[in-house]
């Protein structure tokens, strides 16, 4: 009987015909699941300010800053429809409060498309379909280094270090290749999961990445340009089943999208899960999926395929250009997990034979270390912040 009513919420979830149930059911996340970046901060110790970073084409992105005695900034990048706030939900496990206790100058990012990255000068989030018409390309080529310049203005400094994790990485990546002078601006890149060939990609990832190019269209077919949103049926439903235990961790687990990144529920436990959901998805666009599938699809790190026609108007090729990894000439520290299911090791290996400045390549000892154990995993403070720290000095 239980696993009728469970089987039936569950097609009623594949269905997004789930609001009446989702109305009867009360959203009681934990105080951490509920709480923004700022207040966070505040409660794990550190006063935090927000900025406004305005990007060259009119995006408006919040930037959070925890200043700090040592006069280095950090500057610390999210991966994809993720937002600032996956660095700092592991409270005082977390990298930035650790980054902050031991007197750093963090400065944490936001992409276009997530809940901090949702204004623009002209364009309305909202109505204008034309505000989710970018990738991780424009991520790269236009947020990252508005948020540098930004840093560096405001410190005074020449030079930062960036710490990012899995498009957080691509999108560094994308900037240096593109954009070669912010080589001078970082010192030192440290790459968590880091994300440009997506070549070895196994199932259930590289099966759904087939199916891509059919969703993307079926989306556009009826509007939907912003995908994974922080709010909607869907996410708002899995928050009132998983923070009440109707379902069991295992299931929660899985709509989660664990599936995704690799299992490892040792260093992910069920009363982290119900602060994890309060704060993924983020949200991003449909065209920035579209652009990471097309990764896995054409085996290329390269720019967004517009189709031959497309790609003729905009790069004057019938395909579009590679984001050449040897113009990435400043030092990157590359760290990998063995069970992540989307940077690789194998793909992790291809950019170690490009990149002409590796410093630092490590393979985490658990082989059960996944995609997220970098940013929420539940003894980072042990198993990884000690190499970061090291990298930083
Ligand atoms: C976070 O919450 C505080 C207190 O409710 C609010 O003042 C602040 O504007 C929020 N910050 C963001 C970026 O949403
Ligand atoms: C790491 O974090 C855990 C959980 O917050 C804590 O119990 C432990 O003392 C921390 N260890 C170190 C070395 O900071």
Not at 278 to 300: A, C, D, I, W
Request: charged share 20%; glycine share 6%; hydrophobic share 40%.
């Amino acid at each position: 009987m239980e696993i009728a009513i469970k089987s039936l919420i569950l097609c009623a979830i594949l269905l997004n015909i789930c609001i009446p149930t989702n109305a009867i059911l009360r959203n009681s996340l934990p105080e951490d699941g509920k709480l923004n970046f700022t207040e966070l901060g505040v409660k794990y110790g550190h006063s935090v300010e927000e900025h406004d970073v305005i990007t060259e084409d009119g995006y408006i992105l919040t930037m959070f800053h925890i200043k700090g005695k040592r006069r280095k900034p950090i500057f610390v990048f999210h991966g994809i429809a993720d937002t600032a706030d996956i660095f700092i939900i592991r409270g005082k496990t977390s990298l930035v409060i650790a980054l902050a206790n031991a007197g750093y100058d963090v400065w944490v990012g936001n992409a276009r498309g997530n809940k901090y990255g949702r204004r623009h000068v002209k364009l309305d989030a909202d109505k204008d379909l034309n505000f989710w018409d970018f990738s991780l390309h424009e991520i790269g080529v236009y947020d990252i280094p508005a948020m540098i310049d930004y840093i560096l203005q405001h410190t005074g400094e020449k030079k930062l270090q960036t710490i990012g994790h899995s498009q957080g990485t691509t999108t560094q990546y994308v900037l240096l290749s593109k954009r070669p002078e912010y080589n001078e601006k970082i010192e030192l890149f440290i790459s968590l999961a880091p994300v440009a060939f997506l070549t070895d990609l196994s199932p259930p990832v590289s099966t759904i990445a087939q199916f891509g190019p059919t969703l993307a269209e079926a989306f556009k077919s009826i509007g939907v340009e912003h995908v994974f949103p922080e709010k909607s049926p869907v996410t708002n439903f899995v928050r009132s089943v998983c923070s009440q235990d109707v379902f069991s961790y295992e299931i929660c687990f899985l709509l989660s999208g664990f599936y995704l990144v690799g299992f490892d529920t040792k260093r992910f436990e069920p009363e982290f899960l119900k602060v994890f959901i309060g704060h993924y998805p983020g949200g991003t666009s449909r065209k920035n999926l579209m652009h990471v599938n097309q990764f896995v699809l054409s085996k290329r790190f390269c720019e967004f395929d517009y189709g031959p026609n497309g790609n003729l108007d905009h790069y004057g090729y019938l395909v579009p250009p590679d984001y050449n990894l040897y113009k990435v000439t400043t030092k990157v520290a590359l760290i990998v997990g063995e069970n992540d299911a989307l940077s690789k090791v194998k793909d992790v290996e291809i950019q170690r034979t490009i990149l002409p400045n590796i410093v630092y390549y490590h393979v985490m000892e658990d082989k059960d270390w996944n995609h997220i154990d970098f940013t929420v995993g539940n003894d980072m403070n042990v198993t990884l912040f000690p190499f970061i720290f090291k990298l930083l000095d």
